[in-house]
């Protein structure tokens, strides 16, 4: 999850605009919400590979093994970059 939110920060600082890379993120994780994958064991094990978790997760014990780190903390972290006040 570490990597993640180095990637994040590294993204944002190449592109000069962290509040792109947080609405984009944003998009990606309600079109999850909306349309989730198939759950197989196949997309299960690539899971990690995907910019954000492909399957509905609704938190909980679930959230516990998940690869990805929240997709709302990786929001708020980039939109204080951007310099936006909580």
Same mark, same amino acid.
């Given at each position: 999850?570490?990597?993640?939110?180095?990637?994040?920060?590294?993204?944002?600082?190449?592109?000069?605009?962290? =509040?792109?890379?947080? $609405?984009? &993120?944003?998009?990606? @994780?309600?079109? *999850?919400?909306? +349309?989730?994958?198939?759950?197989?064991?196949?997309?299960?094990?690539?899971?990690?590979?995907?910019?954000?978790?492909?399957?509905?997760? =609704?938190?909980?014990? $679930?959230? &516990?093994?998940?690869? @990805?780190?929240? *997709?709302?903390? +990786?929001?708020?972290?980039?939109?204080?970059?951007?310099?936006?006040?909580?």
């Amino acid at each position: 999850r570490t990597r993640e939110f180095a990637a994040d920060k590294s993204g944002a600082e190449y592109v000069h605009d962290p =509040e792109a890379l947080a $609405s984009a &993120l944003a998009k990606l @994780h309600n079109g *999850v919400q909306v +349309r989730p994958l198939p759950q197989t064991a196949g997309t299960e094990a690539t899971s990690s590979l995907y910019i954000v978790h492909p399957f509905r997760m =609704e938190g909980g014990l $679930s959230s &516990l093994f998940s690869t @990805h780190p929240p *997709v709302e903390e +990786r929001i708020r972290r980039l939109r204080r970059m951007a310099g936006y006040v909580e």
